[in-house]
C-alpha cells in the first residue's frame, strides 16, 4: 500500500517507522526539508535500538528506510495514495485546511486518516467530499513500542473504511480499539484529566513534581508519573487537548490548571523544549 504522513514530528515519523517496518511504501510530507531530514535521522536511530535488541536485522532498518521517501509539497505528496495519515499540528483550522487540499489532490478512493488526539473527526471530514472515508487513527508515543490504535469513527465514516483501517491496524501488531467520535475520544478523556489534576497538585503546593510522580509510578504501577509523561506528549499538546475537552464538553472539570498554561506560555514545552516539569539535556 501507499501510504502518505503528513507531519514529520515526534508522532509523524513513529507512524512512518511502524508503517515502513511493515512493508508499506512510505512518502513523508512536511513543509520544512530541515525536519524531514531530522525525522529520518530519528527513525533510523530507533531503528538501531531495535537491531541493538535483535528484534530487527541491520538489513531490515536499511530495507525500512529505503521505503521511505520525503516531500515538502504537500498535492504531490498524496497524489498516489492509498492512504494518508495526518500528523501535523493539533489544530482544527489548519486540519480542515489540510483535509480539504488533501482532498483534491489524492486518488478517490484514498482513505484519509488523522492522528488527531482530540479535534472531531465529523468535523475534520466535513472539509471533505469524501467523509465516508474520513477516520481517526489515534496513535500512541513511542509509536513503535506502545500497541494500541485508537481507531475513532466519525458520523459518516463508512463501515468498508472503518475495516480497512481496523485491519491494516491488525498487520502493523497493533490493537484497534473501536471508539466513536467524542472529544478527546476514550484515550485522552480519561489520561488529561489525571494529567491536569497531577499539576494543580504542583500548582497547590500538595507536593512537587517528583513527588507526584514517584505517587503515581509506585502507588499505581504506572510506567512514568503524569508529569513526566506530560513533558514526554508536550506540554502545549496537552493544553490543546484539555482547551477542546473543556469547550466541548463544558465541564469545570476539563479546566487547564494556571500553571499548566503559564509554562507553556514562557516555551516551557517539556522534553522537546528541553524544559518542563523537569529539565533535559
Ligand atoms: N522507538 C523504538 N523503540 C523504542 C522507542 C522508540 N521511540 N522508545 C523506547 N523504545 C523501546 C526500547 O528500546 C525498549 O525496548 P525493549 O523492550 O526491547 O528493551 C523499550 O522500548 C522500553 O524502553 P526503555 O527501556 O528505554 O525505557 P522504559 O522501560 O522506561 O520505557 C516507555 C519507555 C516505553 C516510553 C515507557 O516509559 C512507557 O510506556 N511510558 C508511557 C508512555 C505512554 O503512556 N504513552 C502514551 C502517551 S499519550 C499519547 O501518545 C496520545 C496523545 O494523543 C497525547
Known amino acids: 500500500m501507499n501510504v502518505t504522513v503528513i507531519g514529520a514530528g515526534t508522532m509523524g515519523n513513529g507512524i512512518a517507522h511502524v508503517f515502513a ?54 498535492a504531490r505528496g498524496v497524489s498516489e495514495a492509498d492512504l494518508v495519515v495526518e500528523a501535523a499540528t493539533e489544530d482544527a483550522t489548519l486540519k480542515a485546511k489540510i483535509f480539504e487540499q488533501m482532498d483534491d489532490a489524492a486518488p478517490e478512493a484514498a482513505i484519509l ?17 469524501r467523509p465516508d472515508q474520513v477516520i481517526g487513527m489515534h496513535f500512541f508515543n513511542p509509536v513503535p513500542v506502545m500497541t494500541l490504535v485508537e481507531v475513532v469513527r466519525g458520523l459518516a465514516t463508512s463501515d468498508a473504511t472503518y475495516e480497512t483501517v481496523r485491519q491494516l491496524s491488525e498487520d502493523l501488531g497493533k490493537v484497534p480499539v473501536e471508539v466513536n467520535d467524542a472529544a478527546g475520544f476514550v484515550s ?59 469547550r466541548e464538553l463544558g465541564e469545570d472539570k476539563y479546566r487547564p490548571c494556571p500553571l499548566l498554561r503559564k509554562m507553556v506560555a514562557a516555551g516551557y514545552l517539556g522534553r522537546k523544549s528541553g524544559q518542563g516539569f523537569y529539565t533535559y539535556d
Do not use: W, Y
Request: with cysteine.
Open 188 to 246: 485522552n478523556r480519561v489520561l488529561m484529566p489525571m494529567v491536569n489534576e497531577a499539576v494543580f497538585c504542583v500548582h497547590e503546593g500538595v507536593a512537587t513534581a517528583e513527588a507526584v510522580d514517584t505517587v503515581m509510578k509506585l502507588g499505581m504501577a504506572h510506567p512514568m508519573g503524569p508529569l513526566t509523561l506530560a513533558d514526554f506528549i508536550g506540554l502545549d499538546v496537552c493544553l490543546a487537548i484539555l482547551e477542546v475537552l473543556h
Open 21 to 74: 517496518q511493515s512493508g508499506h511504501a512510505v512518502t513523508l510530507v512536511d513543509l520544512d526539508q530541515s525536519r524531514l531530514d531530522a525525522a529520518l535521522g530519528t527513525i533510523d536511530a530507533n531503528l538501531g535500538r531495535q537491531v541493538k535488541k535483535e528484534r530487527i536485522t541491520a538489513e531490515q532498518q536499511e530495507a525500512t528506510l529505503g521505503r521511505i521517501a520525503t516531500q515538502t509539497d504537500l
Open 113 to 129: 486518516a488523522s492522528n488527531t488526539s482530540s479535534i472531531s473527526i465529523t468535523q475534520i471530514a466535513a472539509a471533505t467530499r
